[in-house]
């Protein structure tokens, strides 16, 4: 029997290394066999649920203890290194699965399920089970690591799995529960609640783009509000900014959303674009504030920029929502709390800044 603690910290550890890797690179991967890897991904997305438990569980117990045989799913099988499968689905796969929005289908006790109820993942029981293909594709990959036996190919299996898990959540569609009216305060209270939390300008691209969306919606001065994602360097996109506003195909206003201390090298490297671009005004949304050792020198750059031809401005984006939304009023409230959770949903960020727009409307 595998210990469940260690388990345990090792799936907690592959998944947060998943979730970086992927993030920071979404053409990841980490089985090179094309045929195992759809294997894989059909398997974590099968329409049996145990499939979808029994995967996850027989790879973590073969990578805590690799003498184990990944295949057997019953101690009392009587096949050497068999072991219990049920036990590590039910003590470390069903907690993760409950702690990430029951990502593979919220069952409790998978292993009680008919499909489980042999000795091992053989294709000698296929005929005893209704989803033929999903067990091929057990047998297939459970045996390749199995006949492998090399503790460095079970462990970029799992990580394999785990990034279709991360797919799968990320495709999770999650309804944001948005009131029929909400005061100013209460809008406000709320995007900073949202924002107290680290997320690597993620949150802060979100709510900035939806606040300018309603903002040229809402005042009609373009028409067109145009992000790029977090992982994104500018140079890859193309934009001069985090955020572009266009009227008439041309970017009219440039907003850079800082989630740390503005410096006087974050404002020249923006500026340098817009110069390029013919941008000729800059918003900087400093959500952390300007860097101490740059405040005093700001009003000299500024004016000089202006001289340029280049109107730079700065702001906290929860002091900019206050008169945005108090101006545009209460209609314009809750059309961005909807386009906030469009924009999440649009630029694909993370589950759990998803989940926590959803928690927060849900608490008005």
Known sequence: ?????????????????????????????????????????????????????????????????????????????????????????????VPFDAANHRVLGGSTDPYVNNPLRVGMVSRTHEGSVRDKQGWRDLCHVLGTVERRHKAEFTTCVLKQVLLEILHRLEATRIEYPVPRRVSLDNTVRLIQDFLS???????????????????????????????????????????????????????????????QALTSAHIDETLGKARRAKVAEI????????????????????????????????????????????????????????TVGRHLDLYRSPLEHRRAWHDLLRSL
């Open 283 to 338: 918003l900087f949304l400093a959500q952390r504030g300007i860097c101490p050792t740059d405040e005093e020198g700001l009003p000299e750059k500024r004016r000089r920029e202006f001289e340029l031809g280049h109107n730079v401005y700065i702001f906290d984006l929860e002091s900019l929502a206050r008169v945005v939304l108090a101006i545009a009023g209460e209609t314009a409230r809750t059309v961005f709390l909807e």
């Open 1 to 93: 029997m595998p210990d469940i603690g260690k388990a345990w910290d090792l799936l907690e550890s592959l998944w947060r290394q998943v979730r970086d890797e992927a993030r920071g690179a979404p053409e990841t991967q980490y089985v090179s066999d094309r045929g195992l890897r759809e294997a894989v991904k059909r398997i974590v997305n099968s329409r049996t649920k145990s499939f979808r438990y029994v995967f996850p569980t027989q790879l973590i117990a073969k990578a805590v203890d690799p003498a184990l045989d990944c295949r057997s799913l019953q101690a009392g099988s009587g096949r050497s290194r068999a072991f219990d499968g049920r036990s590590v689905a039910s003590k470390v796969v």
């Open 197 to 259: 939390v680290r997320s690597g300008g993620d949150r802060e691209q979100a709510v900035a783009s939806a606040l300018f969306e309603v903002l040229g919606r809402h005042f009609g001065i373009y028409e067109q509000v145009r992000r790029r994602t977090t992982t994104a360097p500018d140079t890859a996109t193309g934009q001069v900014a985090d955020i572009e506003c266009l009227h008439s195909g041309r970017v009219v206003l440039a907003v850079e959303v800082k989630d």
